[in-house]
Structure formats: structure tokens, C-alpha cells
């Protein structure tokens, strides 16, 4: 398209209609019965029905039994998940910081994107483990720690959809690549509150990881500590597992939530 010409040509009427039915409701005026829009969009009630119905049925706007429209539930939904994201890094930071220098090792945070792990911060406290440009950067989950705790947080279905679709890749002699076998192993991680990458998608690494949760409970984000396998060696698994999970904790507290830690997969 060139630069100079003009977008409106490029609208969708349909859902340009449908976005300024939205705009109507707002503090003052939050329930309009279909005659009442129909009149602020200067249309007949029967020309913008269809329009109503369909944000209904996406729960975009809500019909109660006075017969009058409201904001729906969709819009609470999508707020409170961009307000976590917004807050999600700000929060993670300074925690993610403080994790590195404590257990002198590599910290981050990450999300489940297109059934992969997205990273999207990394705090450097142990320079030897080092990976080039990482914001952004994709990995696959099942065979990361960070990776195999946002697959627990999963629903029922849709962890069923990933293991019947995705091809569960080897990287190492220790990934794990039958899907029952994952399965299990993503049991172990809701039972236990953390998951554990040794060496099975980088030889001589060793990754611990633990969840970020929002303030209804849905995992929304991991975090993980990476170092390599001889410092394991030398360090008391159970301390690093304890601190990982105490910053993953402060960064959900930091976000809204209050409540147990452990994993609970829904379905």
C-alpha cells in the first residue's frame, strides 16, 4: 500500500459499526436498549440487531432481562490480562535481579507464545551462561524448564491439542520426546510447583523454573534460573529450588495474586 493513500478505503464497515456501537456505552451511560442505539447510530433498530447479536455472542456486550445491552464480561477479561502484562516486567525485574546476583547465575521470565517459550527478560549473573539477544527469542516447552511450567497451566484440552500436534523434538539424549511420558512428567511439575531442565535442551545446562501467576490464579508467565551443571553440582538443589520459587511468588504478589503456589491444571 502506498504511504500516501488514505486507510479509509481499507475498513472494515462491519466492524467499524461494531466498535462505535461499543463506544457508546461508558460511566453514563452504561445499558441502551436497541431502539436507543439504533437512534445515537442514526439506523432503524432492525438494521443494527445483527450487530448486537454478534458482540453478544462474543460476550462483548451482555443482554440482560430488562432487554437492555451492557458492556460484557470479554472486555473485564481482556483488561485485567493486558493490565497484568503491562505490569508483568516492571514487576519481574528488580526480582529477577536480585535472584541472579543472590545464586550468581542467569535469571528470566517468559511466556507460552505459539506453543513455544517466548523470553521476554534475562538478568546476567553468571556471564559463562550466556545466550546472544534473548528478548524475544523462542524456545521450544517441552524440554525447558520454563517451557514445561506454563504447559501445566494449560487447560485439560487444550495440553491434549499440544502433545497431539506438536512434534516433541530431541535436543539432548535427556529430552523427554513421547508425549505420555511428558504427560507425566507435567503431573510431577502441577504436584510439585516447579520444573526442572537437566541438560534436555543444552548439554551442561541446568535450568529450575517456577510460575508467575495473575491475580485470578491462571499462570501467566515463568520464571527460571540457568547455570551450568558442574555449579549444580556444588549447590544444594533444594535452596535454589526454595529462592526460585520466593521470586516467582514476589513477582505475582507484585501483579495481584494471593494464594497457594503450587500448580492446579484446570479442565
Not at 500516501?4 to 467499524?16: G, I, P, V
Not at 553440582?233 to 494471593?258: M, P, Q, W
Amino acid at each position: 500500500m502506498p504511504e500516501s493513500a488514505s486507510t479509509e478505503q481499507y475498513l472494515n464497515k462491519s466492524l467499524d459499526k461494531a466498535l462505535l456501537v461499543l463506544d457508546l456505552f461508558d460511566h453514563d451511560q452504561e445499558a441502551l436498549t436497541v431502539t436507543e442505539v439504533a437512534r445515537r447510530m442514526n439506523t432503524q433498530p432492525g438494521t443494527i440487531y445483527p450487530t448486537l447479536c454478534t458482540l453478544v455472542k462474543h460476550n462483548y456486550l451482555d443482554k440482560g432481562s430488562s432487554k437492555k445491552y451492557r458492556l460484557g464480561l470479554r472486555f473485564l477479561e481482556k483488561s485485567s490480562y493486558l493490565l497484568s502484562r503491562m505490569d508483568l516486567l516492571e514487576a519481574a525485574k528488580p526480582v529477577l535481579k536480585e535472584l541472579a546476583e543472590r545464586l550468581e547465575c542467569n535469571s528470566h521470565i517468559a511466556i507460552l507464545y505459539d506453543q513455544e517459550v517466548m523470553y521476554l527478560h534475562r538478568e546476567e549473573g553468571y556471564p559463562s551462561v550466556t545466550l546472544t539477544g534473548i528478548i524475544g527469542r523462542k524456545a521450544p516447552a517441552h524440554c525447558t524448564a520454563l517451557g514445561k511450567v506454563l504447559l501445566s497451566g494449560l487447560e485439560e484440552s487444550d495440553l491434549d491439542c499440544y502433545l497431539e500436534t506438536r512434534e516433541l523434538t530431541r535436543k539432548t539424549q535427556n529430552t523427554i520426546t513421547n508425549p505420555e511420558q511428558l504427560r507425566e512428567e507435567l503431573a510431577l511439575v502441577c504436584e510439585q510447583g516447579y520444573a526442572i531442565d537437566d541438560e534436555e535442551f543444552t548439554e551442561g545446562n541446568f535450568c529450575i523454573a517456577c510460575p508467575v501467576r495473575n491475580f485470578e490464579g491462571d499462570i501467566v508467565a515463568s520464571e527460571s534460573i540457568s547455570m551450568q551443571k558442574s555449579r549444580r553440582t556444588r549447590c544444594d538443589r533444594e535452596y535454589l529450588v526454595e529462592n526460585v520459587c520466593d521470586a516467582s511468588r514476589k513477582t505475582s504478589e507484585k501483579i495481584g495474586f494471593h494464594g497457594k503456589d503450587r500448580i492446579s491444571r484446570k479442565t
